[in-house]
Structures are given as C-alpha cells and as structure tokens.
C-alpha cells in the first residue's frame, strides 16, 4: 500500500497556517465525465465548473473502481486548482481532484454534504 494511503501512517510535518493557504482548494461540479483509454491507470476525464472566477477546468481522477460515468455527472467535489497544469497522455489535466483512499484503497471523491456554490475556497 502506498504511503499516502496507509491509514496507520504517522501525521505529515507541521506546517504553518500560510503554508495551508498556499494551497487553494475549491469546491466546483462535474460537467461531464468521459473514458479515458489511454490513461496508464483506469481513469475518467472530468470537466468540472469552479464558478465565475476559476471557470470550467478538466481532471483526469482515478475513481474508476467506484464510480460510474453516469453517475458523476453534477457531482460535487472538491479539487486543488493552483497546481501547476500536468499532462497525462495527450489530455492536460489542470486541477487534482481529492479522494480519500476506502478500505480497498480505492479512491473514495471528496464533496461536501450539502449544495455549495462553485469556486468556495476550503478553510
């Protein structure tokens, strides 16, 4: 099991409040969610609305094990979206998509438990 998702793996580093806010966090829904054949690990392409001020990004989210395509669509989740853009393939995926890893290890999307508008920054 990879580190990251070793449930018994001790706590990171301290950090400091603003090393937290360098990492921006929004709230943003599915728009639509397709195959992705070419990935080296079974993926799905996602285009997710962050509202006015990100606009519409796209993921590429290893969420295949427990999650349908049909399923995904308006969807909320949760995403990193000041990552620096990374190829995968011939698809750009612009923000990481968060999960936290089930029993299994698979990844289970972070969302909140109620509606929130698009582009809410975490605190």
Do not use: C, W
Not at 55 to 78: H, P, W
Not at 89 to 97: H, I, P, R, Y
């Amino acid at each position: 099991m990879h580190l990251l998702h070793d449930p018994s793996a001790p706590a990171a580093a301290a950090i400091t409040f603003d090393d937290f806010l360098k990492v921006d966090i929004r709230i943003g829904t599915i728009l639509s969610a397709e195959a992705f054949p070419e990935a080296r690990k079974p993926a799905y392409k996602l285009k997710i609305d962050f509202g006015p001020t990100i606009g519409v990004k796209q993921s590429s989210a290893q969420i295949t094990a427990l999650y349908r395509l049909d399923e995904l669509m308006g969807k909320q989740v949760a995403a990193v979206v000041n990552f620096p853009p990374r190829q995968i393939g011939k698809f750009m995926s612009e923000v990481l998509t968060l999960g936290f890893p089930d029993a299994q290890g698979e990844v289970v999307l972070f969302a909140p438990d109620r509606a929130t508008p698009n582009g809410g920054r975490l605190f």
